[in-house]
């Protein structure tokens, strides 16, 4: 199983928005509605912030929004905020219980 | 709340073996799975395996196959994860996760270092 795609790295400055896409394939992006995103601060344990593709936990923040279209998932985040630097990942369910992760994000905020 | 706790930091040497345990409390264990994962130093997550803890099946990430178990252990609502055959390619954090395609609440990390 292939990792999904994601840029390596992404910046913007407080109160911006910034995208970080997921391209996968019609095997696990692009076939099933099951993507989900990981918030991870160094050393860290990863923390969930969407689920099948664009639900929020409730104690997520509503500046994180999730969607798809076709093979690509995205994750905006609105409103941009010192503490969201960090690194995040995209994972796609890929089918008979397997799931593939992207190669991970690292969102500087200038 | 849920929690899932793992088990302590391990030191193997090449061609060992290493078992690695995630207590789970505040849920009914058995209706949701388990999910492992591991992190390599500086690296992404590698989605290592996933088990049922309702009936034990399992499925594991296709280059772990032959070296890799998952078990479960229900009347003590833990998982478990043994890998055979260590590598230094092996030295990572090692989680635990609940869920099967969303992994809401995760373990800690064990840290395995292979090392001879």
């Given amino acids: 199983q292939s990792a999904l795609t994601q840029p390596r790295s992404v910046s913007g400055s407080p109160g911006q928005s910034v995208t ?3 391209t996968g394939t019609g095997s696990d ?18 923390k969930l912030l969407i689920l099948d593709v664009s639900k929020r936990p409730s104690e997520i923040p509503d500046r994180f929004s999730g969607s798809k279209s076709g093979n690509t998932a995205s994750l905006t985040i609105s409103g941009l905020q010192a503490e969201d630097e ?24 200038l | 709340q849920v929690q899932l706790v793992q088990s302590g930091s391990e030191m193997k ?59 479960t252990d229900k009347s003590t609502t833990t998982a478990y994860m043994e890998l055979r055959s260590l590598t230094s390619d092996d030295t990572a954090v090692y989680y635990c996760a ?8 995760w373990g800690q990390g064990t840290l395995v270092t292979v090392s001879s």
């Fill in chain 2, 13 to 71: 040497r090449p061609g060992a073996s290493v078992k690695v345990s995630c207590k789970t409390s505040g849920y009914t264990f058995t209706t949701h799975g388990i999910t492992w994962l591991r992190q390599a130093r500086g690296q992404g997550l590698e989605w290592m395996g996933w088990i049922s803890a309702y009936n034990g099946h399992t499925n594991y990430a296709q280059q772990l196959q032959g070296r890799v178990t998952m078990t």
């Fill in chain 1, 20 to 22: 970080i896409s997921c």
């Fill in chain 1, 29 to 46: 992006v692009g076939d099933f509605k099951y993507v989900s995103w990981y918030q991870q601060y160094p050393g860290k344990t990863p």
């Fill in chain 2, 98 to 105: 609940r869920g099967d395609t969303a992994l809401g609440e």
């Fill in chain 1, 86 to 109: 960090a690194d995040y990942y995209c994972c796609s369910y890929a089918g008979s219980y397997t799931l593939v992760f992207g190669g991970g994000t690292k969102l500087t905020v």
